[in-house]
């Protein structure tokens, strides 16, 4: 397989610890989201993706976009460890959290719509890191209520296995510290995060070990 | 079952044509997300959905909130019809389309954001329907690209049964409608919208057909 990312992209980053934690390793392509006017742009990769959109997973049978979509695949392919709990619930559970992270907080944040706010609407820079931090943290308020409530909560986000959950969790708060978020007010995310940057997998898988890393 | 909705909201909508689909016919509560300063803030519905966002799904076992994670828990404790293929690259297909709506074009332009540009920004309101516009044209011009040339393509965005994708697709082009988006340009989402809307569960599920439609 192969896998088309770039280090610093939260989704990419989700799928390349899904990938390390399954023991799977795809060839990476680097697709650099700032140089030449953003890579994902050109007509090569838009044919791979028109979405321009980073990661995508290209299989023997052909491409998949969307970080999550490539997780389920990853868990339906190669089902040891498993990411996901045994029970309906648990695994909706699991997956409204990583939802949470994927559709709430990452896509209103991410840098395509950050040019955008800066450049086509003229948003100061002040301005610009207001706008993503109120949306952060509204999204991990959330997370630190859910997660700290919840009946099944271990050492990670459910139970005491990394869940897609946990993948989601860990890219979102690397780019909350890029952007000076306070993490103080999260202790059940950042108790969460110390016990996955213990695991080779979530290392591994981190932008500074990227060979695309800058 | 218990469904907490709003009639205009599109992840609300997915949900309700979902459970359609699927006979399943959870008791509505309604969550209006403007009145009252958005019913979604107050503290009854944030202990049960502390992201404050609609739908949420109570079961016997609890709430689940985030629309596609109510979507699965339904496909897996309901699973006829099926609302997925059979065969996992056809599966991750299928996520990804809906995953390109729901994480891609939906949460840039829904309420809460576009109250955001308009209130704490000021953007005016040509800038912020020019926004809307951007960023619902940029996806569907994807998703056009994608369907228009995928091999297992029929009545519906994967074969001819409806899916998790026409489920997300109906909402969204609703929606691309309320903000006048052309939709010309898409012929391949539009057929496939005109097959959907011929299904009673999807008419059923329309913001027109509920009861707190106003």
Redesign the interface.
């Known amino acids: 397989m192969e896998l088309y990312t770039y280090f610093r992209s939260s989704a990419a980053y989700r799928v390349r610890i899904a990938c390390a934690l399954k023991g799977v390793s795809p060839t990476p392509h680097f697709v650099h989201l700032l140089n030449h006017g953003g890579e994902q742009k050109q007509a090569e990769y838009s044919k791979i993706n028109?979405?321009?959109?980073v990661p995508t997973l290209v299989?023997e049978?052909?491409a998949?976009?969307?970080s999550?979509?490539?997780l389920?695949?990853l868990e339906?392919?190669y089902p040891n460890p498993p990411l996901l709990p045994v029970h309906?619930?648990d695994?909706?559970?699991v997956?409204?959290i990583a939802?949470?992270i994927?559709?709430?907080i990452?896509?209103?944040n991410n840098l395509r719509?950050l040019q955008?706010l800066t450049g086509?609407?003229g948003?100061a820079e002040d301005?610009k890191n207001t706008?993503y931090q109120?949306w952060v943290m509204?999204?991990l308020?959330?997370l630190e209520?859910?997660l700290a409530n919840h009946p099944a909560s271990g050492d990670f986000c459910h139970g005491d296995q990394p869940t897609f959950a946990d993948i989601c969790l860990i890219p979102q708060l690397y780019n909350a510290r890029r952007f000076k978020v306070d993490l103080s007010a999260y202790p059940t995310l950042t108790r969460i995060e110390s016990n996955c940057l213990a695991i080779s997998a979530f290392i591994e898988a981190s932008p500074e070990k990227q060979p695309d890393y800058q």
Do not use: K, M
């Open positions: 028109p979405n321009q959109t299989t049978e052909g998949i976009t969307q999550l979509a490539i389920e695949y339906e392919r309906s619930h695994r909706a559970f997956r409204s939802l949470t994927a559709c709430d990452h896509p209103i719509v955008y086509t609407l948003i301005a706008w109120h509204h999204g308020n959330a209520s859910q």
